[in-house]
C-alpha cells in the first residue's frame, strides 16, 4: 500500500504565490508518474500536472493543463517518490482542494491511471 502527504496549502491574495507539497511512503516501487489535480465547490476534478520518470529515476516528461501553463510548474524527486507544484501568479479561479496521485505509467491526464490519492490540501486565491 502506499500513502501520499501532502502540504503546502493556504490563502493567498491575487498575485500571490504558494508551493504545494507531495510525499510517498509505503511500497513505492510501482509509481512511475506523479500528478496534481484540483476540485473546486460544484465542479468536477482537473487535471492540474504531472511529472513522470523513467525507470533510471530520469524525469521523462512535466505536463500541465492549459490553464496554469506558464504559472505553474511541476518538480520531483523520484529516489523518494515526492513531487512539489509551485504556483505563481495565482488567481482567484485556481481556489480549489488539490490533491496529490500516483501511479504506474501511461495515461497522466484522466484520474482513473492513479492508484494513490492524497487527501487534499485547500488553496484559497482572496483578497
Known amino acids: 500500500q502506499v500513502q501520499l502527504v501532502e502540504s503546502g496549502g493556504g490563502l493567498v491574495q491575487p498575485g500571490g504565490s504558494l508551493k504545494l507539497s507531495c510525499a510517498a511512503s509505503g511500497r513505492t516501487f510501482s509509481i512511475y508518474k506523479m500528478a496534481w489535480f484540483r476540485q473546486a465547490p460544484g465542479k468536477e476534478r482537473e487535471f492540474v500536472a504531472a511529472?513522470?520518470?523513467?525507470?533510471?529515476?530520469?524525469?521523462?516528461?512535466?505536463d500541465y493543463a492549459d490553464s496554469v501553463k506558464g504559472r505553474f510548474q511541476i518538480s520531483g524527486d523520484s529516489a523518494k517518490r515526492a513531487v512539489f507544484l509551485q504556483m505563481n501568479s495565482l488567481k482567484p479561479e485556481d481556489t480549489a482542494v488539490y490533491c496529490c496521485?500516483?501511479?504506474?505509467?501511461?495515461?497522466?491526464?484522466?484520474?482513473?491511471?492513479?492508484?494513490?490519492w492524497g487527501q487534499g490540501t485547500q488553496v484559497t486565491v482572496s483578497s
Open positions: 511529472i513522470g520518470w523513467t525507470a533510471s529515476g530520469i524525469t521523462s516528461y512535466a
Open positions: 496521485a500516483a501511479g504506474p505509467n501511461g495515461v497522466r491526464r484522466s484520474p482513473a491511471e492513479y492508484d494513490y
